[in-house]
């Protein structure tokens, strides 16, 4: 299960993610980007209650950065530790603005 | 004409020539022959010494075949073969080749048995040969269930060919520099932890694997059979008591090797493999305990010769040996508890042991007479006092330790959450857990995308510990599918120092997996991708 929590202010998106990024959650995750990056020059990914991120989430996150490297800017805030250790052995926290 | 009964193949040899003139008469012979084998549904017919078949003698396979739905060719020298592809047959049933012929003239004995001997043909390769008649279809069933029990899971040595010794067969095996446990406690006594720690692992290894339904026969009818056997042995109560608690033995569908014992467990190029499948079942553990405790004292208990000539050492390391297993099989040092599941284990042990003996020998025969009167003696005895044989065995015999689902990628949730069960169950880390979720998404979403499209079918995951059941040391994953063969593992990984422009879309799945675990394998047997993730988890 994955509960997707968006606050949008000034062209700022924060997106509040809670439960598990999975190969089952990852598209409505998607899916809720295209609809919503309209506008938005700066992206927040809230991970404090992601508990799980497979490659098909990453995968998203992945599409997001290189869509919002045209748009204006993505943050990743929050990260706990064992989403943080899947970043690093992919490569991850090296792609994405990690706060 | 089929019997639920009688499962075992007849085996039935052609010879000469079958043509108009012998057709009839054939005929009748092979009937007589299946019916003294008590009508079974399967049979083989060895054609070793067949060297001709007429259109006559065809019509008689073809008509057999009516009443023996499962019939086999075997043997079939080369002018026979192309009658018999030429005409369809080797289309209708298996028709197979005959078998290289292999001398043993001169080579070394390594192991014995009651059903033959294995020699050492070359330095890597050893044959198995077999002195009863059904030589040929006990090959066939230990063939069958090695397969089974590799692709469960099993490190066993399978035969890959198998060849014609003198007159009877036998099977050819590779094995590298093997030497079994019984050798290595004759003869590397300081080697002897290393025996029990690896003997208790495989055993335990074993007993925590799930056989799918039909696949093995069940130990505990086999049990009972002997036990219907030594009725009028002992006293009628206690043998209506020993039945009853024979039949009370819970039901199991855990694999039990049914022979397991020290010259049955062989270090190969340093791999502990278990070896001489042919008793492979299903059921309670308890009756695998019975076949030990006979192997290191039971049928050595009145004459200690018996064993010192078997595993090649003595009584006093025999039993000192069942003792220690028993006791880290169980997971304790408390002897009041070893004792009391001893005492259930001889029970039937004891059955057992008189059933075998007075099926292979005269009942006054003065050389056995002293040990039956022996095993009678403590049968009688344990039965006064033992009042169930329910014990709990460290695995968890009724818990599924796997699960066979449509793999589809709806199916993830299923799969991750059985895994975790599984694996939060043995104690493992939260963060471990996670990590195999992760690598185990993978490998279950690229079948659920690949190995069957555009179809969809099965897979099967199964979750197994090596080490102490309750703070295990590493988990092991299986997934099995039947869908084109793919080895992951074959893919190159993707450059994860590249920037997220350069970077591609996906092909991170495999390279994540093998990041979280310590190592995966993967093999294409009989039909199956076998994909295992292992990793330490203490």
Redesign the interface.
């Known amino acids: 299960m994955l509960n997707i929590n968006k606050t949008a202010e000034n062209g700022t998106l924060t997106i509040a993610l809670e439960g598990r990024l999975?190969?089952?959650t990852a598209p409505a995750l998607e899916q809720e980007l295209r609809n919503s990056l309209e506008g938005v020059t700066e992206l927040d990914f809230d991970l404090a209650k992601l508990?799980?991120i497979?490659?098909?989430g990453?995968?998203v996150l992945?599409?997001a950065?290189?869509e919002m490297?045209v748009r204006g800017e993505m943050k990743v805030r929050r990260v706990n530790?064992?989403v943080s250790e899947?970043f690093e052995?992919?490569?991850f926290n090296?792609?994405?603005t990690i706060e | 004409m089929t019997s639920a009964q009688n499962t075992e193949p007849a085996a039935i040899r052609l010879s000469g020539r079958i043509d108009s003139n012998n057709a009839a008469q054939t005929e009748q012979d092979i009937r007589a022959q299946l019916a003294a084998a008590g009508s079974p549904d399967r049979a083989v017919f060895d054609a070793a010494g067949l060297e001709y078949i007429s259109s006559a003698g065809l019509r008689v396979i073809l008509r057999i075949r009516k009443d023996v739905p499962e019939l086999k060719i075997i043997n079939v020298n080369p002018e026979v073969y192309e009658i018999l592809d030429m005409t369809g047959f080797t289309e209708m049933m298996t028709v197979e080749k005959a078998y290289r012929t292999v001398s043993v003239e001169g080579c070394e004995v390594i192991g014995e048995g009651f059903n033959g001997k294995v020699y050492r043909i070359d330095k890597d390769n050893v044959v198995k040969t077999y002195k009863n008649a059904g030589a040929l279809a006990g090959i066939m069933h230990e063939r069958e269930v090695a397969r089974l029990a590799l692709i469960l899971g099993v490190p066993t040595a399978i035969s890959y060919d198998i060849v014609r010794v003198g007159d009877s067969y036998g099977s050819v095996f590779e094995l590298l520099n093997a030497t079994s446990f019984s050798k290595i406690l004759a003869t590397q006594p300081e080697r002897y932890d290393f025996c029990v720690r690896e003997y208790v692992k495989m055993l335990k290894k074993i007993h925590s694997i799930t056989v799918p339904a039909g696949k093995l026969p069940r130990i505990k009818e086999h049990e009972l059979r002997s036990v219907r056997r030594i009725k009028g042995l002992i006293p009628d109560v206690l043998w209506d008591k020993l039945f009853r608690l024979t039949e009370d033995v819970p039901e199991s569908d855990h694999m039990v090797h049914g022979d397991f014992h020290t010259k049955n467990i062989v270090v190969a190029d340093g791999e502990v493999l278990l070896i001489d499948m042919d008793t492979l079942s299903v059921g309670h553990p308890i009756f695998e305990l019975v076949h030990m405790y006979n192997a290191y004292v039971g049928f050595s208990e009145y004459d200690p010769e018996i064993v010192l000539n078997f595993q090649g050492y003595g009584a006093a390391t025999a039993r000192r040996f069942w003792h220690d297993s028993l006791a880290a099989y169980l997971g304790t040092d408390d002897e009041a508890v070893i004792k009391s599941v001893e005492e259930k284990v001889r029970v039937i042990s004891y059955a057992n042991l008189l059933d075998w003996s007075s099926r292979h020998s005269a009942p006054s025969d003065p050389a056995t007479a002293p040990t039956q009167a022996l095993w009678k003696r403590e049968l009688i005895a344990l039965l006064e006092r033992v009042d169930t044989l329910r014990f709990d065995p460290p695995c968890d015999v009724s818990a599924p330790a796997e699960l066979t689902l449509p793999a589809t990628v709806d199916n993830l949730p299923r799969v991750t959450d059985f895994i975790s069960g599984r694996l939060s169950a043995a104690g493992v880390r939260p963060k471990f857990v996670t990590q195999l979720e992760l690598a185990a998404e993978e490998i279950f979403v690229n079948i659920a995308n690949y190995a069957y499209t555009p179809y969809t079918g099965n897979a099967t995951v199964r979750v197994a510990f090596t080490g102490p059941a309750e703070s295990p040391d590493s988990a092991e994953i299986t997934f099995i599918d039947s869908g084109k063969p793919y080895d992951p593992l074959k893919k190159d990984d993707p450059d994860v120092t590249l920037s997220a422009g350069e970077r591609e879309i996906g092909g991170l799945g495999i390279f994540m997996a093998k990041k979280v675990t310590d190592d995966i394998r993967y093999e294409y047997v009989s039909g199956q991708n076998i994909l295992t993730l292992i990793k330490q988890v203490r």
């Open positions: 999975d190969t089952v508990e799980y497979s490659s098909a990453l995968r992945l599409l950065q290189k490297n530790e064992i899947i052995v992919t490569g090296d792609i994405l």
